[in-house]
């Protein structure tokens, strides 16, 4: 059957009504900012403090976008009649972003946490060699990265968070120890029956005296 004259028009006029009554999409970028789910893979950001120089991530990354130099260095030894120690130092850390392809296969093998992803994605360039993020770029990245989400409320505690938990507790222990020292011979031996020493009354941990006689 022949087409009717103009069907086709009236499809196309439709369409567009159709299109034009619906809520618009558009993302309204640079001049309104995407908000970007957290885990977006935007850039990569390293924490040189954590980097071990273990060549892990260059020797695992697919497109051989990693290029780390380093030195070693001897330590003395840190007691008479103990053995030197030698530890790799980081001369260069640059990522080619030109190269990667974003696959985040060095976040996931770096067994030091020293690579993280970042959600900024804001750093294109129209000098293709200025897509290799040295060091120090690659570290204001990491001002960037959002915090982890918390943990469940039944997670058992992280092991780095249970020492470093430990640590200040044995630091606040030994200052207190160290403020009140009779408070805390009291507390070391069960007795607890001790005034805290006060400004005046002679020295630390001096009791002051009894009223009402003997018990
Ligand atoms: S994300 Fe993938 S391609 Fe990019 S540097 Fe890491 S391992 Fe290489
Ligand atoms: S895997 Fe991690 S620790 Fe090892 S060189 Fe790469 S960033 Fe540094």
Redesign the pocket.
């Known amino acids: 059957m022949a087409p009717i004259p103009g069907s086709g028009l009236a499809k196309g006029l439709a369409v567009t009504l159709r299109t034009m009554t619906r809520k618009s999409h558009t993302a309204q970028y640079p001049d309104v900012q995407p908000d970007l789910p957290p885990r977006t893979r935007g850039v ?1 950001g390293l924490f040189e403090e954590n980097c071990t120089v273990c060549m892990l ?1 260059a020797r ?4 051989w ?2 290029y780390i130099d380093s030195h070693k260095e001897t330590l003395p030894a840190t007691a008479p009649g103990g053995r030197e120690r030698s530890r790799n130092v980081l001369d260069r850390f640059a ?1 080619d972003f030109a ?9 996931e093998v770096c067994p030091f946490d020293a690579l993280f992803w970042s959600p900024e994605f804001e750093y294109a360039e129209t000098d293709i060699h200025e897509l290799t993020h040295e060091r120090d770029k690659l570290r204001e990245w990491m001002w960037t990265v959002p915090e982890p989400p918390a943990l469940d409320p039944g997670a058992e505690e992280p092991k780095e968070l249970a020492a470093a938990r430990k640590t200040a507790e044995k630091l606040a222990a030994a200052e207190a120890a160290q403020a009140d020292p009779a408070a805390e011979a009291a507390r070391a031996t069960g007795t607890g029956d001790v005034t805290p020493s006060a400004p005046g009354t002679g020295g630390p941990g001096q009791q002051p005296p009894a009223e009402g006689g003997t018990a």
Not at 60 to 63: G, I, R, T
Not at 99 to 107: K, R, V
């Open positions: 990569i991530c695992e990354c697919p497109d976008c990693i990522i190269l990667c392809m974003y696959c985040g296969i060095c976040i």
